[in-house]
């Protein structure tokens, strides 16, 4: 946008200069022509920074309203993988698994809490001496539905498809660990989601370096070089977030 509103300045300027130019140089006979070209200059450049303009308002509601969905299809990837890893351990880089996952898991809802009990060993060493030792408990209170609970009226069958932009696009999936942590990252290329706009525009998107826009060339959830199970992506792109 910067550079457009450079583009209606110099071309203002420029008017200004020609206007000036005709004025003080041009006989009389002449600028009646010249009026007229500059005229039809003016009107073609205006409309060419107009286009411009609007092409770039254009531009930013489509890729909002798409970033919308997909950062909403993320998000149901990252809860997916959150509950996959409280009962397996790790997380997973197929899909396959989580659908299965999603449709038959049953995930236990615990509570820990502390209990005092006799350190037999110490007493002993210390002549009977009685001596306590505080254990962390963790009782089972119940179980819940992954599918019931978090995908209730969500097509989770088909989480791995980022739904605009190419037709039939998938989501990136991968899955390791990070000095022996779990870690996992689902994305997307900006140019896949905006694959049918100006390929200026979309490349000067991938650069995006901004504290309300989704920086870098990707929108993605999780991350295989940090440990994080959060997306690239500011607040106002995603009503899920607020639920």
Do not use: C
């Amino acid at each position: 946008m910067l550079n457009v509103i450079l583009a209606i300045v110099a071309i203002i300027l420029l008017t200004i200069l020609i206007v000036w130019l005709i004025d003080k140089f041009v006989p009389k006979k002449i600028k009646p022509i010249l009026n007229l070209v500059l005229w039809a200059l003016i009107i073609y450049l205006g409309y060419i920074t107009y286009d411009s303009v609007a092409g770039e308002l254009r531009f930013e509601k489509i890729k909002d309203g798409r970033y919308q969905v997909v950062v909403d299809r993320l998000i149901d990837i990252q809860k997916a993988q959150v509950a996959y890893k409280d009962v397996n351990g790790k997380y997973t880089d197929k899909y396959d698994n989580l659908i299965k996952f999603i449709d038959t898991a049953q995930v236990p809802i615990t509570e820990r809490r502390d209990s005092t009990v006799l350190d037999v060993e110490k007493t002993k060493a210390f002549n009977g001496i009685e001596y306590f030792k505080t254990l962390i408990v963790v009782d089972t209170l119940d179980y819940y539905s992954v599918k019931d609970s978090l995908f209730k009226n969500i097509d989770y069958k088909n989480i791995m498809n980022v739904g605009v932009g190419e037709p039939s696009a998938k989501f990136e999936l991968k899955a390791g660990s990070l000095d022996d942590i779990p870690v996992f990252e689902a994305s997307v290329d900006k140019a896949v989601v905006l694959h049918d706009q100006d390929k200026n525009l979309v490349a000067n998107e991938k650069q995006t370096v901004s504290v309300d826009g989704v920086n870098g060339p990707k929108i993605a959830v999780g991350s295989m070089d940090e440990v994080k199970t959060t997306g690239n992506w500011p607040k106002n792109f995603s009503k899920k977030d607020n639920e």
